[in-house]
Every structure is written in structure tokens, then in C-alpha cells.
């Protein structure tokens, strides 16, 4: 029986079988999946400390060359959590894109979120992931040589007790399942409420349970080189082992706009930031690397409270083999603590306690009003959520609330029912003539409330193609729907207007 009810399995292991030959003709210890499925029963059940876990995996190449077959579909239908082998092989093989569309589509309406573990074997290049993969971080199970390039998979042929690398990995592995199963457990035996987000594909993502977490407070762990992957598993560890959530938890888009849009939502919601910094660094850009990215998010995000932002390099580095000039001066940066590892850690947990004694003030409430026509609301909505996003990594010291109406009424009439910093007409796929007429509103708002005003903004959405708006009254903001710095430039001056009683 499963840990999890109503499950059959707890874990479905999905690989090419190629990728299980004997390296060693004769020494079935030298097949690499089965070496690694048996080291996760036993270090599973030793984390579960209870009943053995299920875990189904094809030993008798049930289904060859050929699609999936029936007892692979049942299996793969009542399990848990599906542990994926990456490898070139698996993107080839017709059978594991069943497996795990099959996958999927049973547990879609539940949620996925947290039930998909990639086991790296070899280093495949993440654009040839398949979809429904890519945020995903998975655990790799290689190393890789900086300068060069060249892999070597860890526990070949056989798992050496004296490669640390493949068993810290291992323990990573056993640890987050462990967690899941219990997590899937306690959720099985509490009523179903229809909570989360629909994700690209259709799939509503359920947020996971956080076994041991006694606070709601996370920590920023960012990502490191490929060198320094080993201390951050050990930093995220001591942590979680703290009962803290740990972000990022899933893995960012590369383009330089993307990526520095998730870091920045992530970093909103985290109460400290660590970085650890050796000599390589990866870029972003022509001038940028990410992580000076990730450092210039953080920095802003804590400007006033320079405590929460902890950077951490190992007394070994020469930060004269830094390739990036940019990098370099990160690393001598005087804010960057140049101690070992095992000093560092506590400054995290000393920095949160901090964070507990020492409670935000609040500079007072920002209540923005989104005007907008019928044909403009999913625009309204989105406008929304942007103000949001914005506010909560650049003005956390104010509460940013929003109302949108919709509707033929004028400025006038729709600003009785309650004050506002900040009034935005929405102007995309709504009459021109309904926007002159707004606008027109604004100007004579303004003019009455000469005292601190509440500032005023159009907000030039889709599509591009429109009748331009031949008024444009003084002290009115015009805002790009697609440029972010402006919108910010926007809230700036809303935050600066004074309280309002």
C-alpha cells in the first residue's frame, strides 16, 4: 500500500532503458537506475520512518520498443510523484513522453506542483526540455568541468561511498520526496478546496504544503555558478532544517526581462537575501551577469534595511581570476563577507530574528482607481496585478490597493464613493470619444483639488493601432502599456503625494 491514500505507488520511475545497461558485463550493481531506485528505498523509508515506500519502476521492459502498455498505464495513472531520468535518450524514446503525458493528464485537476523530480544523468541542454519541464530545477546527478565543458556522471560505474558528490545529491532526492509524500498525506486526509493559478499548459497548480515550516518567513537563496552548487545545497538545507521556505523554487527564463521580472516577485516575498560568490559568474548580457542581477534586486529591494541582504565568498577565492570585470568588483564589494561558510550560516537566522524585533512602519496607503471601458477589462485586471508586483519590490514600506470600474460613468461621478492617490484611464480597445470625455475629467479634478492632488495618468494599452488622443491636459502622465519605467515613474509620484484622511 502507498504512504499516499488513494494511490497505489508513491513513485513512478520514467528512463530510456539504454540508460540502465550493465557498465560492467556480468555486475548488475553497474546498472545505474536500478543502484540509484535502490539507495532511494532505503533512504526514503529511513526519512518516512514508517511504512515502505512504493515505488514502481519497469524491471522487466515491459513495454520494449513499442508504446506504453496497459499495467504501464495503471501504474503510472495511481502514483504519487513521477521521478524522470533527464537524459538525450529519454527525449527520444516515444514512450517516455507517454509516460508523462499519461501522467499529467491523470493529475492534472489536483495540481502538479512539487509531484515532478528531474534526475539529471547527463547535462542536457535546457531548451530541448520538454514544456512542461521548464521551470522545473531538478538534481543533478554530474559534474561539469568549468573551463572545459566536459560531463562525467556521478556513481559510474558503481556508487563510490567516497563520492560525496553523488550522495549529497542523493540525500537532496530522498529529503524533498520524503517531504512531498508527507505533505500529499496530510492534504489527502483535509476536505479539497479549488484553490491556485492555471499554468501555461491548463494545469492548476495547488500550492504545496511546507513540511516544517513553523514561520512565514523566506529566504532568497540565489543562484550560484555550477562550482558553488554543493554550498548552496548545504546553506538551503540548514535552513529548511530551520523550518524556513527557500526561494527561488523553480528555475527563471534566461532573457534578461523575464528573469529579472521572477527574481523580483520572488524577492518580494522574502524577508532575507543570500548570495554566495566565487570567481565565475554567468552572463546575462553584453554587460550584465545574473548574478549581479540577482545582487542589484536585492539591493534596491533592502536599501533602507541593508541587514537583510548577506553576501558570502570563501576566504580560497582569488577574485583576480574573476573573467568579468563587472564580477570583480562584486567580490570586492565591502559588503561581501569573507569568511567560512559555517560562520556565515548563522548571520541568516540572526538577520530574520532581526527583521521579527525590528516591525516595518508603514508610510500610510496608496489606493489607485483604474478606469477603463467594457471592452478594456481583462487590460484593467492586468494593469492591476503589475501595480501590485511593482509596489511590493519597490515600495514595501506602503499598502498598495487598487479599484477598477468599468463603466460609462464620468470621473466625477465614479470618485465620489472614496478618495484616491492615483486615478488611471485605460485607454486601448475603448471609444476614443469615451477617453477624450475621461480625460477632460481628470484635468478638472485636478483644478478642485489644487492641495495635493491625486495623480493622474492614461494608460496606453493594446492595441497600438488606435485614434491618437488629441488631449493632453499639463501634469497628466501618458504611460506606455508596454513599458514598465514608466508605469514605475507613475508610481513614484503616487507615493510621494501626501496622506490622505
Known amino acids: 500500500m502507498a504512504i499516499v491514500p488513494g494511490f497505489e505507488n508513491d513513485l513512478f520511475i520514467s528512463y530510456a532503458h539504454i540508460d540502465n545497461s550493465e557498465l560492467i558485463p556480468g555486475r548488475p550493481e553497474s546498472r545505474w537506475i536500478t543502484a540509484l531506485r535502490n539507495s532511494l528505498q532505503i533512504l526514503v523509508n529511513q526519512k518516512l520512518g514508517g511504512s515502505p515506500v512504493q515505488i514502481w519502476r519497469d524491471l522487466n521492459d515491459l513495454h520494449g520498443n513499442a508504446s506504453v502498455t496497459p499495467e504501464i498505464q495503471q501504474?503510472?495513472?495511481?502514483?504519487?510523484?513521477?521521478?524522470?531520468?533527464?537524459?538525450?535518450?529519454?527525449?527520444?524514446?516515444?514512450?517516455?513522453?507517454?509516460?508523462?503525458?499519461?501522467?499529467?493528464?491523470?493529475n492534472a485537476a489536483a495540481g502538479l506542483e512539487g509531484r515532478i523530480f528531474l534526475i539529471h544523468k547527463d547535462d542536457v541542454a535546457r531548451e530541448k526540455w520538454p514544456a512542461?519541464?521548464?521551470?522545473?530545477?531538478?538534481?543533478?546527478?554530474?559534474?561539469?568541468?568549468?573551463?572545459?565543458?566536459?560531463?562525467?556522471?556521478?556513481?559510474?560505474?558503481?556508487?563510490?561511498?567516497?563520492?560525496k558528490d553523488y550522495f549529497r545529491q542523493l540525500e537532496r532526492l530522498r529529503s524533498d520526496i520524503a517531504s512531498r509524500l508527507i505533505a500529499m498525506r496530510s492534504q489527502a486526509n483535509q476536505p479539497r478546496t479549488p484553490v491556485g493559478n492555471q499554468t501555461a499548459l491548463g494545469v492548476q497548480v495547488v500550492p504545496s504544503v511546507q513540511v516544517g515550516r513553523d514561520s512565514d518567513q523566506s529566504v532568497f537563496v540565489s543562484e550560484v555558478s555550477a562550482d558553488l552548487e554543493d554550498?548552496?545545497?548545504?546553506?538551503?538545507?540548514?535552513?529548511?532544517?530551520?523550518g524556513l521556505r527557500v526561494l527561488p523554487d523553480r528555475f527563471y527564463p534566461r532573457a534578461v526581462d523575464e528573469y529579472t521580472r521572477e527574481a523580483g516577485r520572488d524577492m518580494a516575498e522574502s524577508q532575507v537575501f543570500v548570495q554566495l560568490l566565487g570567481a565565475h559568474a554567468t552572463r546575462a548580457s553584453e554587460d550584465r551577469t545574473y548574478e549581479g542581477i540577482q545582487c542589484d534586486l536585492a539591493r534596491q529591494r533592502f536599501s533602507d534595511e541593508p541587514y537583510r541582504t548577506l553576501l558570502w565568498r570563501s576566504p580560497l577565492v582569488d577574485v583576480s581570476k574573476a573573467k568579468f570585470v563587472d564580477h570583480q568588483q562584486?567580490?570586492?564589494?565591502?559588503?561581501?563577507?569573507?569568511?567560512?561558510?559555517?560562520?556565515?550560516?548563522?548571520?541568516?537566522?540572526?538577520?530574520l530574528k532581526r527583521t521579527r524585533t525590528q516591525a516595518v512602519t508603514i508610510h500610510g496607503d496608496r489606493f489607485?482607481?483604474?478606469?477603463?471601458?467594457?471592452?478594456?477589462?481583462?487590460?484593467?485586471?492586468?494593469?492591476?496585478?503589475?501595480?501590485?508586483?511593482?509596489?511590493?519590490?519597490?515600495?514595501p514600506r506602503f499598502e498598495f490597493g487598487h479599484d477598477i470600474v468599468a463603466g460609462t460613468d464620468l470621473l466625477s461621478v465614479v470618485t465620489e464613493a472614496d478618495e484616491y492617490d492615483g486615478l488611471i484611464v485605460l485607454y486601448g480597445e475603448t471609444p476614443q470619444a469615451w477617453v477624450h470625455q475621461q480625460v477632460r475629467g481628470l484635468r478638472t479634478l485636478m483644478l478642485k483639488q489644487k492641495q495635493d492632488p491625486p495623480r493622474c495618468a492614461v494608460l496606453l494599452g493594446p492595441p497600438t493601432r488606435r485614434e491618437p488622443l488629441r488631449c493632453r491636459p499639463?501634469?497628466?502622465?501618458?504611460?506606455?502599456?508596454?513599458?514598465?519605467?514608466?508605469?514605475?515613474?507613475?508610481?513614484?509620484?503616487?507615493?510621494?503625494s501626501g496622506p490622505k484622511s
Open 75 to 106: 501504474a503510472i495513472q495511481s502514483t504519487a510523484l513521477l521521478v524522470v531520468i533527464m537524459t538525450q535518450a529519454v527525449l527520444e524514446r516515444p514512450w517516455c513522453r507517454q509516460e508523462r503525458e499519461l501522467f499529467i493528464a491523470k
Open 132 to 163: 512542461e519541464f521548464q521551470d522545473l530545477i531538478g538534481y543533478p546527478f554530474f559534474t561539469k568541468d568549468a573551463e572545459t565543458g566536459q560531463t562525467e556522471t556521478l556513481g559510474v560505474p558503481v556508487p563510490d561511498p567516497t563520492e
Open 231 to 242: 554550498e548552496r545545497d548545504n546553506v538551503v538545507q540548514y535552513l529548511r532544517g530551520a
Open 330 to 351: 562584486l567580490l570586492d564589494a565591502a559588503d561581501v563577507l569573507n569568511e567560512d561558510l559555517e560562520e556565515f550560516k548563522p548571520r541568516v537566522i540572526q538577520a
Open 368 to 395: 489607485v482607481l483604474i478606469h477603463t471601458g467594457e471592452e478594456d477589462l481583462p487590460i484593467a485586471d492586468q494593469v492591476a496585478d503589475r501595480i501590485r508586483e511593482i509596489a511590493e519590490l519597490h515600495y
Open 474 to 496: 499639463p501634469r497628466v502622465w501618458f504611460v506606455d502599456w508596454d513599458d514598465e519605467s514608466q508605469l514605475r515613474g507613475f508610481l513614484d509620484a503616487v507615493t510621494e
